[in-house]
C-alpha cells in the first residue's frame, strides 16, 4: 500500500505533535498544513518546543512553504476549510486539529475540498469514535469521517476493557488529574466555560468538567452509564493521570488485577496500553507514544469488589501518535 498522505488543520500544540509523531514513520507523509499564523512562525514552534525538545530533523522556509528533512510541505493560511484544495496537494486523509470543525456537517468540508477521509483530534457529538486498542477493529471502509475521542478517553478506555473483559464494571468514577492545556489562562480572567476556568493555570489546582468517563460509553457502549467522571487541571505542563475507582461485578484481587493488566500490556493492547511497577511521576512519561500506563504500585483495594486503579499518559504525545495510528489505519481500508 502507497504511503499515507497527510493534511493537517490546525498547527497547535496537537497539530505540531501529530507532525512529530510522523517523522520516525517511512509510511507517513505530511505533505500539507493550513494554519493562519505565517510561515516563518509555523516553522519557529514546529522547530522549539518547551515539553518535547527541539526538533529532530532540518525545517527551511521556502517559496512560502516549509521543507523538513529535504520533503517539501505546502502551507496555507485559509479560514474556511472548503478553499483548501486538499486533492491538489495530494493530501489522502486530513487530521483536523483546530478543535473547530468537529462535527460530522464540519469536518465534511474537507472531503468537499478534495481529501478523501477526516479524523477529528477531539471527541465529536456526531462522528463515530476510535479508541485504539479498544474499538479500532469495528473501522471499515465506509467510515470516511472519524473522531480519535479525546486524551483522556484514550487513557480510561483501554482501563475500562481490561477491568470490564475480566471482571465486569458494575459502576465507576474517574478523576483525571490533568496537566494545563492551551485554552487556560496564566493569570486571572473570564472564561466562557466557566468561571473557575478562568483562574491562573500558574498558581491553582482547578476542578474542572470532563466528558471523557461518559464518552466511553460510546466506545465500549455495555458500560454506557456506568461511568462518569470529573477533572482537576494542575500547574504542570504535560502528562496527566487517570484515577479510576470501580465496583466489579466479580470478586477478585488486587493482585489478578494487577496480572492481567501485565499480560494485555504484553499482548493485543501492545503500543496503547503499558505497564509499570516502578516508582515513577509524571515527568517520566514525557514523549511517551503510549496512551495509558498502569501504575501497578499505586493501585489500592478496598475489598474483592471495590478498587481504585491509576494510569499515566502524555496527554500530548501518546494521543497525537495514537491518532496517527488511527488515521494510518482509516488508510488501510
Sequence with gaps: MSNLKLGINGFGRIGRIVFRATIKRPDVDVVAINDLLDVEHLAYLLEYDSVHGRFDGTIEVKDGNLVVDGKT?????????????WDEAGVDIVAECTGIFTTLETANYHIEAGAKKVVISAPSKDAPMFVMGVNDNELTADHKI?????????CLAPLAKVLDDNFGIEEALMTTVHATTATQLTVDGPSRKDYRGGRSALLNIIPASTGAAKAVGKV??????KLTGMAFRVPTADVSVVDLTVRTQKETSLEEIKAVFKKASEGDMKGV???????????????DARTSIFDADAAIELNSKFFKVVSWYDNEFGYSNKLVDLAQKVHSL
Excluded: M
Design 73 to 85: 510541505v505546502r502551507i496555507t493560511a485559509e479560514r474556511d476549510p472548503k478553499s483548501l484544495k
Design 220 to 225: 465500549i457502549p455495555k458500560l454506557n452509564g
Design 146 to 154: 472519524v473522531s480519535n475521542a479525546s486524551c483522556t478517553t484514550n
Design 273 to 287: 496500553l503499558g505497564y509499570t511497577d516502578e516508582l515513577v511521576v509524571s515527568q517520566d512519561f514525557v514523549s
